[in-house]
């Protein structure tokens, strides 16, 4: 599967992720939006949506790496690949107190 592309086809629905959408609360339109970006991809909604949790909560665990402070004790290391294409969750993913 493409990563890239699922990206991109994710962030063009915004109900998806923002959940002060209208329509994020509703189920069977994240089922179908789900089975649309699916069919671009030649792959199951389902099968595209686990892929997209995925992607989703490496994105969080790289952005908290990221902003970790200097002298925090976290090696440096290279950069996630798809952290620059997935900033666009950075408003909808608020971290933990």
């Known amino acids: 599967m493409d990563d890239e592309k699922l990206i ?5 629905k915004s109900e998806l992720y923002n959940k002060s959408s209208p329509f994020y609360k509703l189920q069977s339109r994240k089922d179908a939006l789900w089975n649309e970006i699916g069919r671009e991809l030649n792959a199951s909604g389902e099968m595209c949506r686990r892929r997209w949790l995925t992607l989703r ?3 969080g665990r790289e952005a908290r790496k990221a902003n970790a ?3 925090s004790g ?3 290391q290279r950069q996630w690949h798809l952290l620059d294409s997935m900033k666009f ?3 909808h993913i608020l971290p933990r107190p």
């Open 89 to 91: 969750l950075k408003p």
């Open 69 to 71: 402070p200097s002298g």
């Open 57 to 59: 909560d490496r994105y």
């Open 74 to 76: 976290t090696e440096f």
């Open 8 to 12: 991109s086809l994710v962030e063009s």
